[in-house]
């Protein structure tokens, strides 16, 4: 009898202990390694499954410090920084053992990605920042107040409007996990270009997302903010750009603005998607993926 191979990139689910913590991972598809951080921070890496994409390349999936079945920090919810997502990232990718890999990061997955490129520029292959901004903080928040109330207003009358409406009035109050996760299954459908007209689509991925409470502070309870404006114009690795059209909170005026600084990046804007132009689009996104990863192949 012949035992099936095994090794850390084996298709499945793996774990790896970093810093004292598990880090689980999964594996899936063939092909160049890309790894995929997840957004949230703090949604379970479920949502970010890109069956497309695995057809080419073979996807790393962590499950971010702190959520999932990786460990929790002993400051949890607080210390999640992108510093120490992206010490995270750098042990992994050893642990692999494949040598430099492209990182994709979506959404607050971007931030930390951008993080580990501007900080770990000769780990990576190439960057690709799905969804992902500059910067946050004031202006960040006003264009995403503009564009959830262009949103709503859009959908005035639909019968799930309120449920949106209530989730985002209750971000501001989220105090633990099931909040969480009951917030983030309330504003779903803002996060697409077409929620309602395809929720037969959707509805089982708004159903199964789950979320842990990740405070976005550091362990002496200041906010991890983002400004990487003046750093982009430095960085050397080639990168990709995504963003979907209608994305109310991560959309086309910030990738334009990240396409800007970062010297020779690509940028695709996805007409028909929101903020998950891997399941809205899944075609168009795989083949920019691997178009990116695989130049000619």
Known sequence: ?????????????????????????????????????????????????????????????????GTGGSGRLP???????????????????????????HLLGHSHGGFVAQYYALHHRGQLAGVILYDSLPVTG???????????????????????????????QA?????????????????FPAYFADYWGREAEFGPLRAALTSTYVSG????????????RAALGRLTVPALVLAGRHDFICGVR???????????SKLLVLEDSGHFGHVEEPEAFARAVTDFVRPGG
């Open 75 to 101: 400051s949890h919810p607080h210390g999640y920084t992108r510093a120490r997502y992206s010490r995270f990232l750098g042990a992994l990718t050893e642990h692999l053992g494949v040598g430099p890999v």
């Open 171 to 187: 971000m501001a109050a989220i105090d633990g996990d099931a909040a969480h996760t009951a917030v983030a299954r309330g504003l």
């Open 138 to 168: 004031p202006e960040h928040l006003a264009q995403t107040v503009r564009r959830f109330e262009a949103f709503a207003a859009r959908h005035a009358g639909h019968p799930g409007l309120p449920e949106v409406l209530a989730a985002f």
């Open 254 to 264: 910030w990738a334009e603005e990240l396409h800007g600084l970062i010297p020779g």
């Open 1 to 65: 009898m012949t035992t099936p191979p095994t090794g850390p990139l084996t298709t499945g689910t793996h774990t790896v202990e970093i810093d004292g913590l598990a880090q689980r991972y999964h594996v899936h598809g063939t092909g160049p390694v890309c790894v995929a951080h997840s957004g949230g921070p703090g949604i379970t890496w479920e949502y970010l499954r890109m069956p497309e994409v695995e057809r080419h390349l073979t996807v790393v999936y962590p499950e971010p410090a």
């Open 217 to 228: 502070l550091d362990t002496d309870l200041s906010p991890d903010v983002v400004d990487d």
